[in-house]
């Protein structure tokens, strides 16, 4: 003969280890919800989103904020294309004065190094510091070691400036100095700054396209990689909601019919309620059976006897810690408070309007946005907007 108690026993733990796993099942899917949560707030704060709203009122994510921009917009890539242009520009036009300046009569004074040592000049280099010559100017621009003009002619200035410092004022060389000197800025101005101020602002102009389109490129690649890890935060959470899924129809299925007495104390909560107290259980009803609300004509069906035994439990818990909030509200004030019934009637609508847009959108049907944001008050009279029925 079969024990009853030990039966009783092993059912207990039966039960028991049934509900350890639930909640285990239920803590597994908070803990990848919160890794998922970290992810994204991580996400965030790594790629420094910033969300804009442009003037269509469309969320559009801006990837850099203006401290990238900069740095991107100074990327050195982009500039030396701009530098090398300028450049060759510069070296280019360093060789077309010199041809000019060393065919000059008086440039063979100046064309190559001077040799201090076959003219026993033994202070030479204790004065002059930088030592320059024509030829060393004309190698340096062949070989395209000019960056810019600036240099270039800084160079050339150099060659004269050593013989007049070196050579007293009024001596020979010191006259053709001046003189060589005089002719290199008139050609250099007349030759070569109009034309290379004009290059400039065609390398800047064209650094510029590319800046931009560099940054146009950068952030269409930051906004690809992002919505990918969306996409796959999404995804996880699709998992995460299925999962949720199964554990609820086990849960449901394994409840324990509610008795006629708790149905029916749910139904008259309902009835009874103020609106304000009921919407968190109406609002837990919708959420499991939508096919209560009618999105059309905005009106609720709720048939608490068509409800699963533990969404029933859920929205009895709901109610009664309403009632005992109404209660104790009642205490303190001492007389029960008389609500406006067309507040209520206008709130009612307010939510029963919201919950039609969730509804709509939770099945894709987002067609009728602009009605519904109209609250339908153009075919229906101002109280019959929205309509609540509970079924007993």
């Not at 109009?194 to 510029?208: G, T, V």
């Not at 554990?247 to 749910?266: D, H, L, N, T």
């Not at 059976?289 to 059309?296: A, D, K, R």
Request: hydrophobic share 40%; net charge positive; with cysteine.
């Amino acid at each position: 003969m079969v024990d009853d108690a030990k039966v009783k026993r092993l059912c207990e733990e039966a039960d028991r280890e049934w509900r350890k796993n639930i909640k285990r099942k239920i803590c597994d899917a908070s803990v990848v919800t919160d890794q998922i949560a970290e992810r994204a707030i991580k996400l965030l704060r790594d790629q420094n989103v910033r969300l804009a709203t442009s003037k269509s009122s469309t969320p559009a994510v801006a990837l850099v904020d203006e401290a990238g921009m900069e740095k991107m917009a100074n990327d050195k890539g982009i500039c030396a294309v701009a530098e090398k242009r300028l450049a060759i520009l510069a070296n280019k036009a360093t060789l077309l004065i010199l041809e000019r300046l060393m065919s000059h009569k008086w440039a063979w004074l100046f064309n190559e190094p001077v040799n201090a040592e076959e003219l026993n000049l033994k202070d030479y280099h204790t004065i002059v510091k930088k030592p320059m010559a024509l030829s060393t100017v004309k190698n340096r621009a062949q070989l395209g070691l000019y960056k810019t003009a600036t240099e270039a002619a800084s160079d050339i200035r150099l060659v004269f400036e050593n013989a007049q410092l070196y050579n007293k004022p009024g001596s020979d060389v010191n006259i053709m100095a001046s003189a060589m000197l005089e002719k290199f800025e008139e050609l250099w101005h007349s030759k070569v700054t109009q034309k290379f101020n004009e290059d400039e602002a065609m390398a800047k102009q064209e650094e510029s396209v590319a800046r931009k389109k560099r940054v146009d490129a950068l952030k269409a690649q930051q906004n690809g990689v992002f919505r990918q890890k969306c996409l796959s935060y999404e995804r996880l959470l699709c998992d995460v909601e299925s999962y949720l899924v199964d554990v609820q129809q086990q849960v449901i299925v394994s409840c324990k019919p509610v008795a006629r007495e708790k149905r029916k104390r749910a139904q008259d909560l309902l009835q009874t309620l103020p609106f304000e107290k009921v919407k968190p259980a109406l609002g837990v009803v919708l959420q499991r059976y939508p096919e209560m609300l009618n999105t059309s004509t905005q009106e609720m069906e709720v048939d608490l006897n068509k409800v699963d035994p533990l969404t029933l439990r859920h929205v009895l818990l709901l109610l009664s810690k309403a009632e005992k909030e109404d209660a104790k509200r009642e205490g303190m004030e001492g007389t029960p408070v008389e609500e406006d019934d067309g507040a209520v009637k206008d709130d009612l609508r307010a939510w029963v309007n919201t919950m039609c847009k969730l509804v709509k959108l939770k099945h894709g049907d987002v067609g009728d946005n602009k009605n519904l944001a109209r609250g339908e008050e153009g075919r229906k009279g101002p109280l019959e907007g929205s309509r609540l029925n509970i079924t007993t």
